[in-house]
């Protein structure tokens, strides 16, 4: 049998990608009896046609995303700016435990370097280091100019990737960047609201090598703790992971003997990544 990947899936729609080319696929109703078909899914089956792909088999999954609903993700590009719209660092703490808690490498990428002036470049270095040093890969870059956009795209190699972030911040214009293509923002991005999403269909851009693209719909907001039980967001933050605590059910809010709190004192742990922390446990109530 042959394995293709899909690419794209939209209503009833299935487009699998072998070999360069891209088929319409369709299941067998064995399958479709077990699981529903996400894009991002690795498929076996026959090709019947120059058209059409007999989908016999759909590979076990090591994620399937709930939004946008896509599967087997490597990364997430999390775009951020520093104005334009200004910084939301609580919708970053959130989106960072989200993918960690689906097992999917986020990468924070910041857009817009090309409108900060050196104050703000300051700003932004420190930001920089803050989500280093907590174990993130960071990335600056300007979609206007180009800056930082290879040197993104060579860290990409072999992924499938997803965009996330806030509107505004230019996901449409790095999915171009990274295809060399122009991408028109209205036909996959979509308005969100709390993290839900309104677009009709997902679809995987290919790129280089075997590296898989797709432009996903913005957040406005987006609850961490409406993912995952209360007790399981304190793993998730990476920098907490260092420390052993003096109880090992320790929530790093009250317990003597923890920790995370002595960190944060000393300013090991950032005081404001801390403080997302507890604001993530207090909305998880």
Not at 103 to 131: G, R, S, W
Not at 143 to 156: A, F
Request: hydrophobic residues 35%; positive net charge.
């Amino acid at each position: 049998m042959k394995k293709g990947l899909v690419v794209d899936r939209e209503a009833k729609y299935i487009g699998v990608y072998i070999d360069g080319k891209v088929y319409t696929g369709i299941p067998r109703k064995k399958v479709l009896k077990k699981t529903k078909i996400y894009a991002g899914d690795y498929v076996l089956g026959k090709i019947i046609d120059n058209e059409n792909f007999a989908i016999e088999q759909i590979e076990n999954r090591k994620n399937l995303l709930i939004r946008p609903k896509v599967a087997n993700v490597d990364k997430a590009l999390i775009l951020q700016t520093l104005k334009m719209p200004p910084f939301d660092d609580f919708l970053l703490d959130n989106l960072l435990v989200i993918y960690d808690y689906f097992q999917v490498e986020p990468v924070i990428v910041f857009n817009k370097i090309d409108l900060l002036n050196e104050e703000e470049n300051k700003e932004l270095t420190d930001i920089e280091n803050l989500y280093k040093n907590a174990g993130y890969q960071v990335y600056k870059v300007s979609t206007k100019t180009g800056e930082g956009i290879d040197k993104l795209k060579k860290s990409l190699e072999g992924d499938i990737i997803i965009t996330a972030g806030p509107s505004g911040t230019g996901k449409s214009s790095l999915v171009s960047k990274i295809l060399n293509i122009d991408l028109e923002t209205g036909d996959v991005s979509k308005k969100t609201e709390r993290g839900r999403h309104t677009t009709t269909g997902i679809k995987l851009f290919k790129f280089g090598e075997n590296s898989f693209i797709a432009d996903t719909p913005g957040f406005s907001s987006v609850d961490a703790s409406l993912f995952m039980d209360k007790k399981e967001i304190k793993n998730h933050f990476r920098e907490f992971l260092r420390y052993s605590c003096k109880f090992s059910d320790c929530t790093h809010t009250k317990e003597p003997g923890c920790k995370v709190k002595e960190a944060v004192e000393k300013g090991e742990i950032s005081p404001k990544r801390y403080e997302n922390y507890l604001k993530i446990l207090e909305k998880a109530k």
